[in-house]
């Protein structure tokens, strides 16, 4: 997994390193669905659309 590019509140930018990510992952339970895996535009759509 590569970094990951993110807008802050403010509307400015800030990239978390592919650690971090797996890092959070690992204290979350359940999957975590990032861009680019075979169910992220499944789970990202309006499910009532």
């Known amino acids: 997994m590569d970094s990951m590019s ?3 509140l403010d509307r400015g930018k800030t990239t ?4 971090a990510l797996d890092a959070l992952s ?3 339970r359940g999957t975590v669905l990032r861009e680019g895996d ?3 535009d499944d789970a990202r ?3 009532n659309a």
């Not at 978390?16 to 650690?19: F, S, T, W």
């Open 6 to 8: 993110l807008t802050t």
């Open 45 to 47: 759509s309006i499910w």
């Open 26 to 28: 690992a204290q979350l």
């Open 38 to 40: 075979a169910a992220y």
């Open 16 to 19: 978390v390193d592919a650690a």
